[in-house]
């Protein structure tokens, strides 16, 4: 991430002063509570920025953490926000912008290094790459690969801590609390219990809610005051319905947070853990994980902001991608942090669930975890994209098994939209002209009601996958995408071209408009294969207009189709895998 010299120049000027201040804050609680009572909520306190602002179009997914190897559901949120970018590109939103990266902080990053015997940072260079291979082999079109190490993100960090105090939502206390150091976060008594290790057998502490182990933890740091925000939290829900996608996650948020806020702890002592940003003024104290890593989406936009420049680089974010094991950080924490510095609100925040084997939760501890590399090896990275999007966790979780990818290759590609291909080429001779031609000139003979009926539906087709991609919804998109298919064989069935040469000439080009249609609108879910389908089409792929959703519309072009050559080259040949 590239800092301009003129907004590094001012970051360090503001740095300097609040540093200046910070050495004169009392951190007395009465001290604080009399500055916090004098704030008043302006600018962006409880609304997102508006839908209209100019600025590109930005999704983010969750940066990963590198304390372990990549698994299928980090692979997934990748597929579903680089879909949704690819998605705004085809719309013609050429500057939409992809965030990924890697979170490098924290104390669990802290204990594997020390667990392989490595120095942290070369741990953490270690596996970040792992995460950008991942990137490239998903055929991820993102903008920049973020770092929590790098140190554009480390002076954001520092800004935006320094503008809190400034604020007075910084004050120093003593906490107590079970530390889950997995995830990263407190949790009061009443959500933990007791439990056995299942490969100790010793008796442990764990949270109730992700069964992790947690530790009893007495130390001062600092804390946010995370209470001040309980109502005007309430009320941005209130107003922003679809601010977390599905809304089904919704009334548990709002009933979590109606049930009370409890200021949070934003830093650790130094000698508890060392891996990480230090306290600006206070090298005792290092900053919470969460509050640094969540500050990475601002840091791609360029924060700290110029003045008139907020938007330039996309924030606020249309979407942040995340797993539903991290909501509270994205929902609560992390609009409460916005709030306190007047800083426009995330759009949309949409959540999936987990990936399973065997109707049980994928986990390391029981081997039941699926290799993402392995999986694009063996099946192909378009397979595995639509096989992620088509069945993935959109609310629920989804079971994941090599034979239901086999299973809806074949029937989806393989037999639907691959043998569709095949046959209306062999049907057309490999000569399509002739067909195009016709419809451009109007010489297609009268419609049936079985042609009409067709025309009709690959005619609304498109725009019912596009509100399904406006409402965050990359699944239906998919599948009403396959229904394309799906239909247009059993018109081509039942339409039967082979019998009738006069009336061929609808059938055949209603069949090409429906390829060519699900072809473009197939680009940001499966962009190497709808590539091959439209080249196979002869689609001009030098002009992009002619691959974007503008034209993905019946009659939208008669130029295609020229200089069809016969190829042996099968869309999507029977699947050769090694159990």
Same mark, same amino acid.
């Given at each position: 991430?590239?800092?301009?010299?003129?907004?590094?120049?001012?970051?360090?000027?503001?740095?300097?002063?609040?540093?200046?201040?910070?050495?004169?804050?009392?951190?007395?609680?009465?001290? %604080?509570?009399?500055?916090?009572?004098?704030?008043?909520?302006?600018?962006?306190?409880?609304?997102?920025?508006?839908?209209?602002?100019?600025?590109?179009?930005? +999704?983010?997914?969750?940066?990963?953490?590198?304390?372990?190897?990549?698994?299928?559901?980090?692979?997934?949120?990748?597929?579903?926000?680089?879909?949704?970018?690819?998605?705004? =590109?085809?719309? #013609?939103?050429?500057?939409?912008?992809?965030?990924?990266?890697?979170?490098?902080?924290?104390?669990?990053?802290?204990?594997?290094?020390?667990?392989?015997?490595? !120095?942290?940072?070369?741990?953490?260079?270690?596996?970040?790459?792992?995460?950008?291979?991942?990137?490239?082999?998903?055929?991820?079109?993102?903008?920049?690969?973020?770092?929590?190490?790098?140190?554009?993100?480390?002076?954001? +960090?520092?800004?935006?801590?320094?503008?809190?105090?400034?604020? #007075?939502?910084?004050?120093?206390?003593?906490?107590?609390?079970?530390?889950? =150091?997995?995830?990263?976060?407190?949790?009061?008594?009443?959500?933990?219990?007791?439990?056995?290790?299942?490969?100790?057998?010793?008796?442990?502490?764990?949270?109730?809610?992700?069964?992790?182990?947690?530790?009893?933890?007495?130390?001062?740091?600092?804390?946010?005051?995370?209470?001040?925000?309980?109502?005007?939290?309430?009320?941005?829900?209130?107003?922003?319905?679809?601010?977390?996608?599905?809304?089904?996650?919704?009334?548990?948020?709002?009933?979590?947070?109606?049930?009370?806020?409890? !200021?949070?702890?934003?830093?650790?002592? +130094?000698?508890?853990?060392?891996?990480?940003?230090? =306290?600006?003024?206070?090298?005792?104290?290092?900053? %919470?994980?969460?509050?640094?890593?969540?500050?990475?989406?601002?840091?791609?936009?360029?924060?700290?902001?110029?003045?008139?420049?907020?938007?330039?680089?996309?924030?606020?974010?249309?979407?942040?991608?995340?797993?539903?094991?991290?909501? /509270?950080?994205?929902?609560?924490?992390?609009?409460?942090?916005?709030?306190?510095?007047?800083?426009?609100?995330?759009?949309?925040?949409?959540?999936?669930?987990?990936?399973?084997?065997?109707?049980?939760?994928?986990?390391?501890?029981?081997?039941? =975890? +699926?290799?993402?590399?392995?999986?694009?090896?063996?099946?192909?990275?378009?397979?595995?994209?639509?096989?992620?999007? %088509?069945?993935?966790?959109?609310?629920?979780?989804?079971?994941?098994?090599?034979?239901?990818?086999?299973?809806?290759?074949?029937?989806?590609?393989?037999? #639907?939209?691959?043998?569709?291909?095949?046959?209306?080429?062999?049907?057309?001779?490999?000569?399509?002209?002739?067909?195009?031609?016709?419809?451009?000139?109007?010489?297609?003979?009268?419609?049936?009601?079985?042609?009409?009926?067709?025309?009709?539906?690959?005619?609304?087709?498109?725009?019912?996958?596009?509100?399904?991609?406006?409402?965050?919804?990359?699944?239906?998109?998919?599948?009403?995408?396959?229904?394309?298919?799906?239909?247009?064989?059993?018109?081509?069935?039942?339409?039967?071209?082979?019998? !009738?040469?006069?009336?061929?000439?609808?059938?055949?080009?209603?069949?090409?408009?429906?390829?060519?249609?699900?072809?473009?609108?197939?680009?940001?879910?499966?962009?190497?294969?709808?590539?091959?389908?439209?080249?196979?089409?002869?689609?001009?792929?030098?002009?992009?207009?002619? /691959?974007?959703?503008?034209?993905?519309?019946?009659?939208?072009?008669?130029?295609?189709?020229?200089?069809?050559?016969?190829?042996?080259?099968?869309?999507?040949?029977?699947?050769?895998?090694?159990?």
């Amino acid at each position: 991430m590239e800092t301009t010299k003129g907004r590094f120049s001012a970051f360090l000027r503001a740095s300097k002063y609040l540093s200046r201040r910070s050495l004169s804050w009392n951190f007395s609680s009465c001290g %604080y509570a009399r500055h916090v009572s004098a704030i008043r909520p302006r600018g962006f306190a409880t609304v997102a920025a508006p839908e209209d602002a100019k600025k590109p179009y930005y +999704v983010t997914t969750p940066i990963f953490y590198v304390n372990a190897a990549p698994h299928v559901g980090h692979l997934y949120s990748m597929v579903v926000a680089d879909t949704l970018k690819r998605w705004q =590109v085809l719309l #013609g939103n050429e500057d939409a912008q992809l965030l990924t990266g890697t979170d490098e902080h924290g104390m669990k990053i802290q204990r594997a290094a020390l667990a392989a015997g490595m !120095d942290t940072q070369a741990f953490c260079d270690m596996n970040c790459q792992t995460f950008k291979d991942l990137a490239k082999a998903a055929n991820l079109n993102h903008n920049h690969f973020i770092r929590t190490t790098d140190t554009a993100h480390k002076d954001a +960090v520092r800004y935006f801590w320094e503008m809190l105090q400034h604020r #007075g939502y910084i004050y120093t206390s003593k906490h107590e609390g079970w530390y889950s =150091v997995s995830d990263e976060t407190f949790f009061p008594q009443s959500a933990v219990q007791s439990a056995l290790d299942p490969a100790t057998g010793r008796k442990i502490m764990v949270s109730v809610e992700t069964g992790k182990e947690v530790e009893w933890s007495s130390e001062t740091n600092y804390h946010f005051r995370l209470s001040a925000f309980q109502d005007r939290l309430l009320q941005f829900y209130k107003e922003n319905e679809t601010f977390l996608r599905p809304t089904t996650y919704m009334p548990e948020l709002i009933k979590s947070v109606s049930s009370g806020l409890q !200021d949070l702890s934003v830093s650790r002592p +130094v000698e508890r853990l060392t891996w990480g940003i230090r =306290v600006p003024g206070d090298e005792t104290q290092t900053i %919470y994980v969460w509050l640094d890593a969540l500050i990475n989406y601002l840091t791609k936009a360029g924060y700290p902001f110029p003045p008139g420049q907020e938007h330039r680089l996309g924030w606020p974010a249309d979407v942040h991608v995340i797993g539903k094991d991290i909501i /509270r950080f994205h929902c609560v924490y992390w609009p409460a942090f916005l709030m306190a510095l007047d800083l426009p609100l995330p759009r949309h925040v949409l959540v999936h669930g987990h990936w399973t084997m065997n109707r049980e939760k994928m986990s390391k501890s029981t081997g039941n =975890v +699926v290799n993402p590399f392995f999986a694009i090896d063996r099946f192909g990275v378009d397979t595995m994209r639509f096989f992620l999007t %088509y069945q993935g966790p959109v609310g629920d979780d989804s079971d994941y098994d090599n034979e239901f990818i086999i299973r809806d290759y074949k029937k989806l590609l393989q037999w #639907g939209l691959g043998n569709l291909a095949g046959r209306i080429m062999g049907v057309a001779k490999w000569d399509l002209r002739p067909y195009i031609e016709a419809a451009a000139a109007g010489n297609l003979p009268n419609a049936s009601s079985l042609d009409s009926a067709h025309q009709a539906f690959i005619e609304t087709a498109p725009q019912k996958v596009a509100d399904h991609m406006d409402n965050l919804n990359p699944k239906a998109a998919i599948r009403e995408i396959m229904g394309i298919i799906e239909k247009t064989q059993k018109y081509f069935h039942q339409a039967e071209p082979w019998k !009738d040469r006069d009336q061929a000439h609808r059938i055949i080009y209603n069949v090409c408009e429906s390829l060519r249609i699900a072809g473009i609108l197939l680009q940001p879910f499966m962009p190497e294969k709808s590539a091959e389908l439209l080249d196979l089409l002869r689609v001009d792929a030098a002009h992009r207009s002619k /691959r974007s959703f503008s034209v993905a519309s019946y009659g939208g072009d008669y130029e295609y189709g020229k200089d069809v050559e016969k190829s042996k080259k099968i869309l999507f040949p029977p699947l050769i895998v090694e159990d």
